[in-house]
T-cell receptor, first 120, second 112 residues
Framework: EAGVAQSPRYKIIEKRQSVAFWCNPI?????LYWYQQILGQGPKLLIQ????????DSQLPKDRFSAERLKGVDSTLKIQPAKLEDSAVYLC??????????????????FGQGTRLTVV | AQSVTQLGSHVSVSEGALVLLRCNYS??????LFWYVQYPNQGLQLLLK??????LVKGINGFEAEFKKSETSFHLTKPSAHMSDAAEYFC??????????FGTGTSLTVIP
């Protein structure tokens, strides 16, 4: 079974520039997550999709970050314009994610290798 | 708010010694609990998970964790550390089975 694919693996940009990351989840996984992992910290959820709808984007800095999941499969995360503090690893994850609570069939998130963003 | 606390951002053990990484959750409702491992420049890999079945959970690479409701803990252990165990370990919690919140991580160093 193919895992979660992310590209690019590394990206270096100057502040105020724009950048986009791409994620292809595991086939059949309804839920897709984007996490931001700053060096020395745990992953922080930015946005969660269920199919092509947003479930939670409460921690997404919406003035500069945007994400979409057209057709409920692949997803892109964009930063425009980037700031120095956006330097981090951006992790994409997916899970089966059918429903929530005690009827949920989802009890594991599978992660991609991440995109390491450096803003200079 | 749902959260997990990992005590000790850095843990060092000698090769062959017991590994103990601590995780406590903050909720009156028992959640799903997970341990993930992250090797340098890699994504997170699931080690084991607790989903309200057996309280002692066995995972990959000889790791196990015990859910203790009275202590709101889910500590990760391994009887004998290997050099290959050196990595970053993250405890995570989920209450809906569909959203995951991670601790700040514990970096494990194994000394030859």
């Amino acid at each position: 079974e193919a895992g979660v694919a992310q590209s690019p693996r590394y990206k270096i940009i100057e502040k105020r520039q724009s950048v986009a990351f791409w994620c292809n989840p595991i086939s059949g996984h309804a839920t897709l997550y984007w996490y931001q992992q700053i060096l020395g910290q745990g992953p922080k959820l930015l946005i969660q999709f269920q199919n092509n709808g947003v479930v939670d984007d409460s921690q997404l800095p919406k003035d500069r970050f945007s994400a979409e999941r057209l057709k409920g499969v692949d997803s892109t995360l964009k930063i425009q314009p980037a700031k120095l503090e956006d330097s981090a690893v951006y992790l994409c994850a997916s899970s089966l994610g059918r429903g929530t609570g005690i009827t949920s069939t989802n009890t594991e998130a599978f992660f991609g290798q991440g995109t390491r963003l450096t803003v200079v | 708010a749902q959260s997990v606390t990992q005590l000790g951002s850095h843990v060092s053990v000698s090769e062959g010694a017991l590994v103990l990484l601590r995780c406590n959750y903050s909720s009156s409702v028992p959640p799903y609990l997970f341990w993930y491992v992250q090797y340098p420049n890699q994504g997170l890999q699931l080690l084991l998970k607790y989903t309200s079945a057996a309280t002692l959970v066995k995972g990959i690479n000889g790791f196990e964790a015990e859910f203790k409701k009275s202590e709101t803990s889910f500590h990760l252990t391994k009887p004998s550390a290997h050099m290959s165990d050196a990595a970053e370990y993250f405890c995570a919690v989920s209450y809906t089975g569909n959203q995951f919140y991670f601790g700040t991580g514990t970096s494990l160093t194994v000394i030859p």
